[in-house]
């Protein structure tokens, strides 16, 4: 069992920048890989970054790709995505998420991950 919290939502203009970091519990946290998605107000949620278990492997959606950067500290349970050039499209509740499998690849199907973290909110004004 993994759970997940989100953090360092906030308000901000166009062109900011702003860190998310999402805290696991439990010991396992090191063994799954993990994303961030997103969900704007009236659309399906997306994906928008993920990372593997071991934080050697990422991949990103097209509109974070160049912006986003997704890392992990397995010492410290901690999921990070540092967001620059934010822009107003980019408004939305971000959810960290687990892949329950041991040791998989990057997984951007939001169907396929286990565990989920209540969200964050990040407004982007322009």
């Known amino acids: 069992q993994v759970q997940l919290e989100e953090s360092g939502g906030g308000l901000v203009q166009a062109g900011d920048s702003l860190t998310l970091s999402c805290v696991a519990s439990g010991r396992t946290f090191s063994r799954h890989s993990m994303g961030w998605f997103r969900q704007a107000p009236g659309k399906e949620r997306e994906f928008v970054a993920a990372i593997s278990w071991s934080g050697g492997g990422a991949t990103y959606s097209h509109s974070a790709e160049g912006r986003f950067t997704i890392s992990r500290d397995n010492a410290k349970n901690t999921l990070f995505l540092q967001m620059n050039s934010l822009k107003p499209e980019d408004t939305a509740v971000y959810y960290c998420?687990?892949?329950?499998?041991?040791?998989?690849?990057?997984?951007?199907?939001?169907?396929?991950?286990?565990?989920w973290g209540q969200g964050t909110q990040v407004t982007v004004s322009s």
């Open positions: 998420a687990a892949d329950g499998r041991d040791y998989g690849p990057p997984n951007i199907l939001p169907e396929s991950m286990d565990y």
